[in-house]
Structures are given as C-alpha cells and as structure tokens.
C-alpha cells in the first residue's frame, strides 16, 4: 500500500487546514488509520486515529477540540480537519496504516507510512 498525504502548508493562528490522505495500491478498509506529526527538532507523536469503520475515534489532549479525523473508505482517503491552529501544531503530518483494525497511539501499531506534509502556523 502506497500514502500520499496532501493539503499542508503555511496558515496564520486562529486558522484552518484540511490535510488528506490517499491509500493505493494493496489497500483494505478493514485496517485502522492514524495521523502523526513531528515538530520541528523533536520526536514524532500521536496525533488522532481512526478505526476501520470509523466509528471509533482517538486524539492527542493536545488537539481535542480542535482537529478532527475522518475517513471515506468508498475512496480510500483519510482526511484531518485542523481548526484553532497554533503555532506548536508547527510539523511535519504524516499518515499511517495500522496494523489492525484500531488506530492506537504507539507508531509500532502502524505498518505503512505516508511520506509527510508540512504544516507551519505563524503567530
């Protein structure tokens, strides 16, 4: 299965960003989704996930309130709604493939990798 994540790019704080990602080639809709990000100089961290019905959401405290994850299995996109950005969501996003049916918060769970966007929020 190929990633590809897209919708990144530079917005002011207060604004809004909707990132998406695309699965092909060997895909299945019974697998969980997450997104991942990595600010910059730091570790990658959890951000939200979703389960292979999309019935079962999980976030980072961090973002609760505030991004949104969603998915479309008759397309294969997942997609993240990102609202009230501030500058610490500063990152590269990625998106991931878990292994089973639940997203979890630990990137061993996952098994595929999107290749990243940028996101810059400016103060």
């Known amino acids: 299965v190929q990633l590809q994540a897209s919708g990144g790019g530079l917005v002011q704080a207060g604004g809004s960003l909707r990132l998406s990602c695309e699965a092909s080639g060997r895909t299945s809709s019974n697998n969980g989704m997450g997104w991942f990000r990595q600010p910059p100089g730091q570790e990658r961290e959890f951000v939200a996930s979703?389960?292979?019905?999309?019935?079962?959401?999980n976030y980072a405290e961090s973002v609760k309130g505030r991004f949104t994850v969603s998915r479309n299995k008759a397309s294969n996109t997942v997609s993240l709604q990102m609202n009230s950005l501030k500058p610490e969501d500063t990152a590269v996003y990625y998106c991931?493939?878990?292994?089973?049916?639940?997203?979890?918060?630990?990137?061993?769970?996952?098994?595929?990798w999107g290749q990243g966007t940028q996101v810059t929020v400016s103060s």
């Open positions: 979703i389960s292979w019905s999309g019935d079962s959401t």
């Open positions: 991931a493939r878990a292994r089973g049916s639940y997203g979890r918060t630990s990137q061993s769970d996952y098994n595929a």
